[in-house]
């Protein structure tokens, strides 16, 4: 019972509930700039995929395999986003003192930086999937034609 009070008396402290607040909000934008940045790539790469689609009709018409062509998509897609990633962490750990104004924990914890990154680079695997297999179903004469 004694464990009780003393938990119900710390929700209870103005301080806990203004970094509760903040937290959920941190919680809630973040979740939503990872989905404006999912769907953001997936548009740049359906744009990327669709400007080569004759590239990508002729690689296959000279016996490029849909392997190639999805790995292809693939490959140029992480250029840019491991690059991301880099500035992301670098920009990261060089703002530390200035979020921890804010929330008490230091963004220079490895384990949160390998959480996120992986994080980030699952959302943009599955955003550059669908483009990277529409590439790879291109009929050769059909992309031939498209221009």
Same mark, same amino acid.
Request: proline share 2%; glycine share 6%.
């Given at each position: 019972?004694?464990?009780?009070?003393?938990?119900?008396?710390?929700?209870?402290?103005?301080?806990?509930?203004?970094?509760?607040?903040?937290?959920?909000?941190?919680? #809630? &934008?973040?979740?939503?700039?990872?989905?404006?940045?999912?769907?953001?790539? &997936?548009?740049?790469?359906?744009?990327?995929?669709?400007?080569?689609?004759?590239?990508?009709?002729?690689?296959?018409?000279?016996?490029?395999?849909?392997?190639?062509? &999805?790995?292809?998509?693939? %490959?140029?897609?992480?250029?840019?986003?491991?690059?991301?990633?880099?500035?992301?962490?670098?920009?990261?750990?060089?703002?530390?003192?200035? %979020?921890?104004?804010?929330?008490?924990? %230091?963004?220079?914890?490895?384990? #949160?930086?390998?959480?996120?990154?992986?994080?980030?680079?699952?959302?943009?695997?599955?955003?550059?999937?669908?483009?990277?297999?529409?590439?790879?179903?291109?009929?050769?004469?059909?992309?031939?034609?498209?221009?």
């Amino acid at each position: 019972m004694h464990v009780r009070d003393l938990d119900s008396w710390i929700t209870d402290q103005q301080e806990y509930a203004q970094q509760r607040l903040v937290a959920t909000l941190f919680g #809630i &934008f973040s979740i939503l700039a990872l989905a404006l940045a999912a769907v953001g790539l &997936f548009s740049v790469v359906s744009y990327g995929v669709a400007t080569r689609t004759n590239e990508f009709g002729i690689r296959m018409a000279l016996g490029a395999k849909a392997s190639d062509v &999805f790995r292809i998509v693939l %490959s140029s897609t992480a250029v840019n986003v491991g690059a991301g990633l880099v500035a992301g962490i670098l920009l990261s750990v060089a703002f530390d003192k200035l %979020s921890t104004k804010w929330v008490t924990e %230091s963004s220079r914890d490895p384990l #949160i930086l390998a959480g996120v990154t992986l994080l980030l680079i699952a959302a943009a695997a599955l955003a550059c999937m669908v483009p990277a297999r529409r590439a790879a179903a291109t009929d050769p004469m059909q992309a031939l034609r498209y221009d």
